[in-house]
């Protein structure tokens, strides 16, 4: 891959409930492209993924939300499935740990279900981005600008819809991650009213 990673770790921030693919795949690529990835989650220990409604294999957690720094990661990762996003919205540790890339600019990709953590996390209000259908009324009410497009980058931001778009997800998460910090990605989190982290 043109973009290399190598020196840069990633975080994936997920709970019992994630699809699978979307963690796996995203991290093979990651890893592929010479990045250091940890599993961060409010659980220790291990999390469930899912295969659709179907349990799948389980995942080490490296470090617990609680306790994890966003300035220690160059970039943040969210599997969607639709309990794993439904348990995060509503962690507040998880939510904290979110805003953190946001305020300090860092890229995030963000897959399927996995927007609706944005939405609690106070940061979709003027961004474009796309998600899994059944949640994009929810993107609009919070005031995102939502489209239905196989890959949307905005500042740092990308978004797809589900597993079908992996590889357009993968691709452009990398080279997002290989540019760094995205100034209007702190721009964003500056008006929406929350102070900017340098």
């Known amino acids: 891959m043109a ?8 975080a994936i921030l997920a709970a019992d409930g994630f699809e699978q693919v979307e ?13 250091t990835v940890e599993i961060v989650s409010p659980k220790q220990g291990e999390i469930q993924g899912f295969n659709h409604f179907d349990k799948g294999d389980t995942f080490k957690v490296d470090r617990a939300v ?21 348990t995060l919205r509503v962690d507040d540790d998880a ?3 979110v805003r953190a890339f946001f305020d300090a600019g860092k890229p995030v990709a963000a897959i399927c279900h996995a927007p609706w953590i944005l939405i ?19 993107l609009r009410n919070a005031g995102a600008q939502v489209v239905d497009e196989e890959v949307v980058v ?11 778009d992996l590889p357009a997800f993968c691709a452009k998460m990398i080279e997002e991650f290989a540019e760094g910090r995205h100034e209007g990605q ?6 929406a009213g929350r102070p900017v982290a340098h």
């Open 23 to 35: 963690l796996t795949e995203p991290m093979k690529a990651l890893k592929d492209a010479g990045a």
């Open 120 to 138: 609690d996390a106070g940061v979709v209000e003027g961004r474009k981005l796309t998600s899994y259908k059944t949640i994009r009324t929810d």
């Open 154 to 164: 905005d500042e740092g931001l990308v978004t797809s819809r589900d597993p079908d």
């Open 95 to 97: 939510l904290k740990f």
């Open 186 to 191: 702190a721009q964003a989190a500056q008006d």
């Open 66 to 86: 609680g306790a994890a720094d966003a300035s220690a990661y160059a970039g943040l990762v969210l599997p969607g499935g639709a309990h794993n996003p439904d």
């Open 3 to 10: 973009q290399t990673l190598n020196g840069k770790t990633i």
